[in-house]
């Protein structure tokens, strides 16, 4: 099971070392099938990577530049998380798609730049509110895949299916439906772990613990150590 936490634009540098060392501190005694992966600003991950080297949760960045090292004022390369030591980077967050305007195609080329810098990509898809009323989730996750995959090709990648109406609402998609969603993206890329995220936390996190899912990847919940704590024991 794969518990990924996404900070998002919270908390401030300082505070990020002392919080991951007490996340590598408790992480030690969670369960042993329990695969964890902290995605943080940019500005933390230098703390951050000093504090949880050597312990079990992988660091991540939030997103990268689709392009190589050059002249790209304010962007970050793939190579520089990986020199920073990060493994892994979201890709394609819904946040990302909505307020930057990250066309699938530039998604796609993150994807690629992600690889070949030797980061594994969690690829966020999901559907908005008006798609979800006409029954039109699987289509659209998919046409999001499969749109990417025609840029990056086949490699390693992760997927998170979250539902832009589920984040940061409290109101979390039926898990069946997560299911469904999860199944389809796994037929099209076999072997694919497949998170579900959209107001997880530890009240709720037991229903999406099912064999179509391979995690969560949580963001307001991921904020507080005691609700991680809780998220992780469920997942032994
Ligand atoms: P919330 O858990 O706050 O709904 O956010 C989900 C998310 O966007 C994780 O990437």
Not at 107 to 117: E, F, T, Y
Request: charged share 20%.
């Amino acid at each position: 099971m794969i518990l990924a936490l996404n900070w998002k634009m919270q908390l401030l540098p300082s505070q990020a070392g002392p919080w991951a060392e007490r996340l590598a501190e408790l992480s030690s005694n969670w369960p042993a099938g329990l695969e964890l992966a902290l995605f943080a600003p940019f500005t933390h991950l230098s703390a951050l990577a000093a504090a949880l080297r050597g312990s079990r949760v992988a660091l991540g960045a939030q997103d990268l530049s689709a392009e190589q090292f050059g002249a790209h004022t304010g962007d970050v390369a793939a190579e520089m998380l990986a020199d920073l030591g990060c493994s892994q980077v979201l890709v394609g967050h819904s946040e990302r798609r909505s307020e930057h305007a990250e066309s699938d195609r530039l998604i796609g080329r993150k994807l690629a730049r992600a690889r070949s810098a030797g980061l594994l990509p969690l690829l966020c898809l999901g559907e908005p509110w008006e798609v979800r009323q006409r029954g039109g989730q699987l289509e659209y996750s998919l046409a999001q895949l499969e749109a990417a995959l025609e840029v990056a090709g086949e490699g390693p990648l992760r997927l998170a299916y979250e539902p832009v109406w589920a984040i940061g609402t409290g109101k979390s998609c039926h898990p069946e439906d997560a299911a469904q969603v999860s199944l389809a993206l796994k037929r099209r890329l076999p072997g694919a772990a497949v998170l579900y995220g959209g107001s997880v936390n530890a009240a709720n996190l037991a229903q999406f613990l099912r064999p179509e899912l391979d995690g969560a990847l949580v963001g307001g919940a991921s904020l507080k150590l005691e609700q991680v704590a809780e998220m992780a024991a469920l997942c032994g």
